[in-house]
């Protein structure tokens, strides 16, 4: 069984960033991605990346966001620059998805999300 655990969501001033990761334990399949939701609002791909490490971002996120990972200690980044109020959301990490997409339905696995808020 694949358990997600998700940190480093915070509050931050427009033009800030943020760090999210998380650790991953089970097999985790070829790629995991990051998710968010706001309020009313359907959970979107923010951006994801397979085990060679190739990545995939949302329109929305392209040159301010960055995806990594530590294969060795199975664990997910999401670098978060330049942040701006429409970014507050929940984010969760996922995994679980054989392909490199950003579809949800392509995650077997969700974390339980951290929050992120960027006022004004």
């Known amino acids: 069984q694949v358990q997600l655990v998700e940190s480093g969501g915070g509050s931050v001033q427009t033009g800030g960033s943020l760090r999210l990761s998380c650790a991953a334990s089970g097999f985790t399949r070829n790629a995991m991605g990051w998710f968010r939701q706001a309020p009313g609002k359907e959970r979107e791909g923010v951006a994801a990346i397979d085990r060679s490490g190739r990545t995939t971002y949302a329109d929305s996120v392209q040159g301010r966001f960055i995806i990594s990972q530590d294969n060795a200690k199975n664990t997910l980044f999401l670098q978060m620059n330049g942040l701006k109020p429409e970014d507050t959301a929940m984010y969760y990490c996922?995994?679980?998805?054989?392909?490199?997409?950003?579809?949800?339905?392509?995650?077997?696995?969700w974390g339980r999300g951290t929050q992120v808020t960027v006022s004004s």
């Open positions: 996922a995994a679980g998805s054989w392909r490199l997409r950003l579809t949800r339905s392509e995650y077997n696995f």
